[in-house]
């Protein structure tokens, strides 16, 4: 598509391995791409790739929870590549504070004194709270500060990153479902904040996809499927996990005002068929 070229985008998130694919592949149809993310050496790597092809990026090093490092990060891209037209919002994660250890509480759990068998009783709000600012409000502070560069001028959008847990609480990662509901629920009232001014807001939901977050849960040192990522294939009716390139095709058509200009305020799932499947 070439909807995206000559326009700045700006990825959070973006050495992560999902983010920096969307990062790349924007790159290589002709977007500005603002690398935004904590760990200087990933984000100059990811900017290494793109202008070693050809492409146009910048590397910020920016903390999106913190707002006056997200106003800098929009200053420094608005003077080296222009202001922005689209904000991929991939920032987001877990903590295992807001984790529990066993998918369902029996009643022998609430006797154990085994601290491995960590219930909803010791899910912590220091846990919990974590996931939450990191999640929604990694998504609110990027929108509010670049939203003063794309409102007004035409073609702005956001896409934030939703998750199957948004549509039906995944087991043990209590707070990283709500949170991820959450960011659903506003995506929605973005969508319609923004419709006079001009910014489109949609949501990708993926399914399941290896990361380095998830690595150790879904697979075992020796590369074999952990039980939970065994369940997990068996929910999913294409029976695989998804690999980076499943989500190129809808993030383009999302940001893409040729494309999608009258599409605003959805969440589509890119699940390999998890969200449809009943389990029976």
């Known amino acids: 598509m070439s909807g995206v070229k000559g326009k700045v985008a700006v990825v959070t998130g973006a ?13 290589r149809k002709g977007a500005k791409v603002a690398v935004l993310g904590r760990n200087k050496a990933k984000a100059d790597e990811i900017v290494a790739d793109i202008t070693r092809s050809g492409g146009i990026a910048l ?22 590549l222009g202001p922005c037209d689209i904000l991929i919002n991939g920032a987001g994660g877990n903590h295992p504070g807001a984790t529990t250890a066993m998918e369902i509480m029996k009643t022998e759990d609430l006797a154990s004194t085994d601290p491995a068998s960590k219930t ?30 794309m409102a007004g001028r035409p073609g702005g959008t956001f896409l934030n990153i939703s ?8 087991t043990k990662v209590a707070a990283y479902s709500a949170a991820k509901a959450a960011v659903n629920n506003f995506t929605q009232w973005l969508a319609v904040h923004f419709a006079d001014v001009g910014i489109r807001v949609n949501a990708m939901a993926p ?27 068996s929910h999913t009716p294409m029976r695989r996990f998804g690999e980076p390139q499943d989500l190129l095709g809808t993030m383009f058509w999302l940001i893409d005002d040729s494309a999608s200009g009258f ?18």
């Open 163 to 170: 998750s199957m847990s948004a549509f039906n609480p995944l």
């Open 59 to 80: 590397a910020v090093i920016c903390d999106v929870l913190d707002k006056a490092s997200v106003v800098n990060a929009a200053a420094a891209i608005e003077k080296a």
């Open 207 to 233: 399914g399941f996809f290896l990361t380095e977050q998830n690595r150790n849960l879904l697979t075992n040192p020796d590369g074999s499927l952990t039980p939970r990522a065994q369940k997990v294939i």
């Open 15 to 27: 050495t992560g391995v999902l983010c920096s694919s969307f990062a790349k592949e924007l790159a």
């Open 120 to 149: 909803f009783f010791d899910l912590t709000l220091e846990g919990f709270d974590s996931v939450f600012r990191l999640n929604l409000m990694g998504t609110l502070i990027p929108c509010q500060v670049f939203a003063k560069q």
């Open 263 to 280: 599409v605003t305020g959805i969440v589509v799932p890119v699940d390999g068929g998890f969200m449809a499947y009943s389990g029976v």
